[in-house]
Structure formats: structure tokens, C-alpha cells
């Protein structure tokens, strides 16, 4: 095996504004307690992550039970390969995962019969050999199921009531014979799924120092679902429909200016909205504040009106010329 190592362009260390720190404990850690968001940020500068740039994000669970609540913090296999990548002794397998199959496994559950994954990547030594790091992860343990009953579900009273409105909560049952099956993209592609799990164990195993105490989002799946309580998942279906019927969930989640609440943007709007921002600004700085702190929701438009986005973007470095001139 080459011992030579691909240049990696270094992340830059990331520079917080207290107005930036305030803003990110508003939106993007919004769960957090003070102790858990001074980790975040410790854990994030430690890392060179942005969090404006989704590279890490804080997941609080059972946030109304103190013995029960913790926060994890998640990012993307993108940002572990990066992370390892900048050490400049990390080098990716050049053959694919193994991933293990066995017949008897196959259920609604597993529909591939997946037992495992099995993910290699590769350390230099300082003898200059590269040596691997392997990582395992087994189906059962990772995999989010969700229950569905061949006769559908009902809504059943959990003796709780909602503290907004006194209107009693409700869960729902799954009717006739329950089967679990997998959730999402587990569901449409598990075995890309289980192999950034075996991936992330590898380059954590590899690279503890970098990577330990963060977990890439494909890992925390199945966290996610068991620690939802029955209730939990009910206030979470009661918010989705509630974001879907105010036009939340196909919106671009946008703040105009500092200390402004975040403006829920219905994607039809968002462009029209835009440019009368970057009229309406006075000074080129606003913009480029402005452009820096909604660059993930930007990028999000950019994603779903591609043209209108790039309109978008060159409206805004216009604008801040005129304005600097």
C-alpha cells in the first residue's frame, strides 16, 4: 500500500460572535440547558464545526424527565471523514463494506436479512505502514423500527392533557396482527444505512481523540425512536400536523435580522421576501451578516428553486458592492 497522503485543505476555527452564540442557543441548540450548550460549543470549537453549517447539532431526549434527559451531539459521516482526514494519517477502504446476509434472519424487520456490516479504514503508522481500523455494526442494534397493524390504528387517551389547551392527549394503536418494520431510509436503503454506522465505529475507534462523545446521526436512529414515549410521539405528530396545516413544513425557516424571532417563509414567498430584504438593507455589512448567519436555509432554497437561488445569490453580492460603493 502508497504511504502518501492526500492533501487536505485544513476547516478554519470557527469564530463566534456572542451574537452568533446567542443566536445558535435560540435555534439550533434551542433544547439545551446552559450546561449541555456550553459542551455544545466547547465540543464544536474543539472540532472546527460550524454549527450554522449543520457540521454538528445538539438531540435532547426526555427534556421533561431530569433522570431520564441527556443530549447527544450528532453530526455526518462527511464531517467524521473530514475530521479523520485532517489528522493527515486517514485513509478511506478502497474496497467496498462486507456486509454479512443470512436467510433464516429475513422478517418485516430485516427484509434483506442484513446480520452485519463491516467497514474498514486505514491509519498511518509511524513506520509509515498503513494499518486497519475495523469497525462492526450489527442490524439489530441500529436499525428504528415502527409498528404497523394490518387493520390500521386508532387514537387512544393517554390520561394526559395538552398544557396549552386542557384537551386530553392521545397515542396511536396499531389494530390487528402488529408487525415492526423499518423506518425511513433504513427501510429504502439499509445497507447504506447500517455501513456509515460500521464506518463512524471505525473512525471513532481510529481517531478517538477527534471523534469520541460525537455520533453521526445514522447511529442515534434507533435512539431516537425507543426514547420517544408513546406520548412523545403523539405531541410529535401533533406538531408536524400542525407545521403542515400553517405551511411550516414546505417553508424556509429564515431570521431577517438579529434578535428577530426565526420567520417560518412559505418557499413560494421566500425569493419575493429576499429581495425585499437586500433592497430595503442599508449597509453592505447587514447583508453579508445576514447572508453568514442563514447560510444553511439559503442553501435549503438553493436546494428546492435552483434557479430562483441563484438569482437569489447574485442579487445579494450585487447589492453589497452597490452598497460599499
Same mark, same amino acid.
Given at each position: 500500500?502508497?504511504?502518501? /497522503?492526500?492533501?487536505?485543505? *485544513?476547516?478554519? $476555527?470557527?469564530?463566534?460572535? *456572542?451574537?452568533?452564540?446567542?443566536?445558535?442557543?435560540?435555534?439550533?441548540?434551542?433544547?439545551?440547558? &446552559?450546561?449541555?450548550?456550553?459542551?455544545?460549543?466547547?465540543?464544536?470549537?474543539?472540532?472546527?464545526?460550524? *454549527?450554522?453549517?449543520?457540521?454538528?447539532?445538539?438531540?435532547?431526549?426526555?427534556?421533561? &424527565?431530569?433522570?431520564?434527559?441527556?443530549?447527544?451531539?450528532?453530526?455526518?459521516?462527511?464531517?467524521?471523514?473530514?475530521?479523520?482526514?485532517?489528522?493527515?494519517?486517514?485513509?478511506?477502504?478502497?474496497?467496498?463494506?462486507?456486509?454479512?446476509?443470512? $436467510?433464516? #434472519? @429475513?422478517?418485516?424487520?430485516?427484509?434483506?436479512?442484513?446480520?452485519? #456490516?463491516?467497514?474498514? #479504514?486505514?491509519?498511518?503508522?509511524?513506520?509509515?505502514?498503513? =494499518?486497519?481500523?475495523?469497525?462492526?455494526?450489527?442490524?439489530?442494534?441500529?436499525?428504528?423500527?415502527?409498528?404497523?397493524?394490518?387493520?390500521?390504528?386508532? =387514537? /387512544? $387517551?393517554?390520561?394526559?392533557? =395538552?398544557?396549552?389547551?386542557?384537551?386530553?392527549?392521545?397515542?396511536? /394503536? *396499531?389494530?390487528?396482527? /402488529?408487525?415492526?418494520?423499518?423506518?425511513? @431510509? =433504513?427501510?429504502?436503503?439499509?445497507?447504506?444505512?447500517?455501513? @456509515?454506522?460500521?464506518?463512524?465505529?471505525?473512525?471513532?475507534?481510529?481517531?478517538?481523540?477527534?471523534?469520541?462523545?460525537?455520533?453521526?446521526?445514522?447511529?442515534?436512529?434507533?435512539?431516537?425512536?425507543?426514547?420517544?414515549?408513546?406520548?412523545?410521539?403523539?405531541?410529535?405528530? !401533533?406538531?408536524?400536523?400542525?407545521?403542515?396545516?400553517?405551511?411550516?413544513? !414546505?417553508?424556509?425557516?429564515?431570521?431577517?435580522?438579529?434578535?428577530?424571532?426565526?420567520?417560518?417563509?412559505?418557499?413560494?414567498?421566500?425569493?419575493?421576501?429576499?429581495?425585499?430584504?437586500?433592497?430595503?438593507?442599508?449597509?453592505?455589512? !447587514?447583508?453579508?451578516?445576514?447572508?453568514?448567519?442563514?447560510?444553511?436555509?439559503?442553501?435549503?432554497?438553493?436546494? @428546492?428553486?435552483?434557479?430562483?437561488?441563484?438569482?437569489?445569490?447574485?442579487?445579494?453580492?450585487?447589492?453589497?458592492?452597490?452598497?460599499?460603493?
Amino acid at each position: 500500500m502508497s504511504n502518501a /497522503v492526500t492533501n487536505v485543505t *485544513p476547516i478554519r $476555527e470557527i469564530d463566534l460572535t *456572542p451574537t452568533q452564540v446567542a443566536l445558535i442557543k435560540r435555534t439550533l441548540a434551542a433544547d439545551t440547558n &446552559d450546561d449541555e450548550f456550553n459542551l455544545f460549543i466547547e465540543v464544536a470549537r474543539r472540532m472546527k464545526a460550524d *454549527p450554522f453549517r449543520r457540521h454538528l447539532y445538539a438531540l435532547v431526549y426526555n427534556k421533561d &424527565d431530569p433522570k431520564k434527559r441527556r443530549m447527544s451531539i450528532v453530526t455526518g459521516i462527511d464531517f467524521y471523514r473530514t475530521v479523520a482526514a485532517r489528522n493527515r494519517d486517514y485513509r478511506p477502504d478502497d474496497q467496498e463494506a462486507t456486509i454479512t446476509y443470512d $436467510e433464516n #434472519a @429475513k422478517c418485516d424487520e430485516n427484509p434483506l436479512g442484513i446480520v452485519k #456490516a463491516v467497514v474498514r #479504514a486505514y491509519k498511518l503508522a509511524p513506520s509509515g505502514d498503513w =494499518w486497519p481500523v475495523v469497525g462492526e455494526a450489527y442490524w439489530q442494534e441500529y436499525v428504528p423500527t415502527d409498528e404497523e397493524g394490518d387493520e390500521g390504528f386508532e =387514537w /387512544v $387517551e393517554t390520561g394526559e392533557v =395538552w398544557k396549552d389547551t386542557g384537551r386530553p392527549k392521545k397515542k396511536k /394503536v *396499531p389494530l390487528g396482527t /402488529v408487525r415492526r418494520k423499518p423506518k425511513g @431510509k =433504513w427501510a429504502s436503503m439499509p445497507r447504506v444505512m447500517i455501513t @456509515k454506522c460500521a464506518e463512524a465505529v471505525a473512525l471513532r475507534r481510529g481517531w478517538p481523540e477527534d471523534l469520541s462523545g460525537v455520533y453521526v446521526q445514522e447511529e442515534m436512529d434507533k435512539a431516537v425512536a425507543e426514547d420517544l414515549s408513546a406520548t412523545e410521539l403523539a405531541e410529535q405528530a !401533533d406538531a408536524e400536523k400542525r407545521l403542515k396545516l400553517s405551511g411550516a413544513k !414546505d417553508a424556509i425557516m429564515i431570521l431577517w435580522h438579529p434578535g428577530d424571532a426565526l420567520d417560518a417563509v412559505p418557499i413560494g414567498q421566500f425569493a419575493d421576501k429576499a429581495m425585499a430584504f437586500l433592497k430595503a438593507a442599508t449597509n453592505a455589512s !447587514d447583508v453579508k451578516a445576514w447572508q453568514e448567519t442563514n447560510r444553511a436555509p439559503l442553501r435549503e432554497f438553493w436546494a @428546492k428553486q435552483k434557479s430562483d437561488g441563484l438569482e437569489l445569490a447574485k442579487a445579494a453580492e450585487a447589492r453589497i458592492k452597490e452598497l460599499a460603493a
